[in-house]
C-alpha cells in the first residue's frame, strides 16, 4: 500500500476511534440532585430521562401538588447538569474532530490567483 492510502486508512480509523469515544462518553453521563431539603433524590441519563427517583420517608407530610413540583424542580436542576456535561463532550469531540478531518496541506477553497481548472471559461 502506498504512503497515502496508509495515511488515510489511519485517520479514517482515527474518526472512527472518535467517533465510537465520545458516543461512549455520551452514554456513561449519568447526574443526580438531591431537593433542598432532602426529601428527593432524582437521577437522569444524559439525554435527561429519568432513570433513578428516591422520596424520604418524610414526603407524607408534603401536598402531593408540592411533591409534584419537588420532583419536577430536583429533575430539572439533574438535567441541567446533565446537559452542561453532554455540551462540554460535544464541545471537545468538535475541536478534536475539526483536527482529524482537516487535510494536511489542503486549504477550504483554491487560491485566488490559481489558473482556471480545465473546461472552465
Do not use: H, Y
Not at 438531591?34 to 432524582?42: C, H, M, N, R
Amino acid at each position: 500500500m502506498s504512503w497515502a492510502m496508509d495515511e488515510l486508512e489511519a485517520r479514517a480509523r482515527r474518526q472512527l476511534e472518535s467517533l465510537a469515544d465520545v458516543n461512549e462518553r455520551l452514554a456513561r453521563i449519568i447526574e443526580t440532585e438531591t431537593s433542598p431539603d432532602g426529601e428527593v433524590w432524582a437521577e437522569v441519563d444524559g439525554s435527561g430521562a429519568l432513570t433513578g427517583l428516591r422520596l424520604s420517608d418524610r414526603v407524607g407530610k408534603v401536598s402531593g401538588k408540592q411533591l409534584e413540583q419537588l420532583i419536577v424542580a430536583t429533575a430539572n436542576v439533574a438535567c441541567q447538569k446533565a446537559f452542561a456535561q453532554r455540551a462540554k463532550i460535544i464541545e471537545d469531540f468538535s475541536e478534536e474532530f475539526a483536527g482529524l478531518v482537516a487535510v494536511p496541506g489542503s486549504t477550504d477553497s483554491p487560491p485566488s490567483d490559481s489558473p482556471p481548472s480545465a473546461g472552465s471559461g
